[in-house]
């Protein structure tokens, strides 16, 4: 059973826009956040993380929200560039956990075309 | 160098045969794990170790065993390779001495099992 949910498998949006990527989970123990961004032939390297005592989570071009209520949080890129071209994976670990293990979503392809 | 790195890139092997994927981290970090990914379904756990005495399965660690010979080595075992292993796998490691700490990960293992 999936805990880490990523509905859209791809996404496409043009360069300078924003990019949203939307993740859900359902298990109401996570308590901490991360997105990865993987390029072909390279493992998935870290970008953002949130923790589940904040809502917002900002880095550059790159900020994170959650919503724990709906169990939603979303990475959002301003302005998106070709080079965030890449899948992105959302995870989650749960709160106690102390073998820091993460769950995934399935991913979503981000495209930013010029 | 990378801080994260497996042997080999890529395999290509028959079914039947005998896999070991290797795998070193110069980071210092105590937690590794071993993930595959197959397309459309994220990142799955199939092993991870707290530390040289500590093994723990994964989500789907059945068909494969895995070899903490260091700190720094973590290795996985296909002992009877089939087809259905065909997949990307990745191995991360983590910091233990803090809490809500992300994974690296190095750039994979395309494996492919004929």
């Known amino acids: 059973d999936q805990q880490v949910k990523q509905n859209s498998p791809s996404l496409s949006v043009q360069e300078g826009r924003i990019s949203i990527l939307n993740c859900d989970y359902t298990n109401s123990m996570f308590d901490y956040f991360l997105w990865y961004k993987k390029y072909p032939a390279e493992g998935p390297t870290f970008l953002i993380s949130?923790?589940?005592?904040?809502d917002k989570n900002e880095d550059g071009r790159f900020t994170v929200f959650l919503n724990k209520s709906a169990k939603h949080l979303s990475l959002h890129i301003v302005p998106s560039q070709p080079g965030d071209s890449a899948v992105y994976f959302c995870?989650?670990?749960?709160?106690?956990?102390?073998?820091?293990?993460?769950?995934f979503g399935r991913g979503t392809q981000l495209t930013v075309w010029p | 160098d990378a801080d994260v790195t497996q042997t080999p890139r890529n395999r290509i092997t028959k079914t039947g045969k005998r896999i070991m994927l290797e795998c070193s981290q110069t980071k210092g970090h105590d937690r590794m794990y071993w993930y595959r990914q197959d397309p459309g379904l994220g990142l799955r756990l199939i092993y991870y170790?707290?530390?040289?005495?500590?093994?723990n399965k994964g989500e789907i660690s059945d068909g494969y065993s895995v070899s903490r010979q260091a700190q720094a080595k973590f290795s996985l075992s296909l002992e009877s390779a089939i087809p259905n292993q065909t997949a990307l796998y990745f191995c991360?490691?983590?910091?233990?001495?803090?809490?809500?700490?992300?994974?690296?990960f190095g750039d994979g293992t395309r494996l492919s099992i004929l």
């Open positions: 949130i923790s589940s005592i904040k």
């Open positions: 170790s707290f530390d040289v005495k500590d093994i």
């Open positions: 991360a490691t983590s910091d233990a001495g803090l809490v809500n700490q992300p994974q690296h």
């Open positions: 995870a989650a670990s749960a709160r106690g956990s102390t073998l820091g293990r993460l769950y």
